[in-house]
């Protein structure tokens, strides 16, 4: 079954760095765009960065110049290296993928917590 298998959640302190990983797995995919959103208790989901097949990465603004996504095409493969972290990072993350001509998957979220 084609599925996001994201990795790389955990407990970090402030200024402190993550990297995760989301990889689509199961089938050879038409992916028109990859990246994460998050959500923090009683707020809504927001993007983070997402990034077209030939494009460049989109951030949303309160990760500008802090977080970096990557991607691997031939690994169907999104890495987002978060750098700077701060207490309102903290939230469930989630993998986003767009396939065509099937439409958006989403990974099962990764808890990431920044806290001292």
């Known amino acids: 079954q084609v599925q996001l298998v994201e990795s790389g959640g955990g407990l970090v302190q402030p200024g402190g760095s993550l990297r995760l990983s989301c990889a689509a797995s199961g089938a050879t995919l038409s992916l028109a765009a990859m990246g994460w959103y998050r959500q923090a208790p009683g707020k809504q989901r927001e993007l983070v960065a997402s990034?077209?097949?030939?494009?460049?990465?989109n951030y949303g603004d309160s990760v500008k110049g802090r977080f970096t996504l990557s991607r691997d095409n031939e690994k169907n493969t999104v890495y987002l290296e978060m750098n700077s972290l701060k207490d309102e990072d903290t939230a469930v993350y989630y993998c986003?993928?767009?396939?065509?001509?099937?439409?958006?998957?989403w990974g099962q979220g990764t808890q990431v917590t920044v806290s001292s």
């Open positions: 990034i077209r097949s030939a494009g460049t990465p």
């Open positions: 986003n993928a767009y396939i065509v001509p099937i439409g958006p998957l």
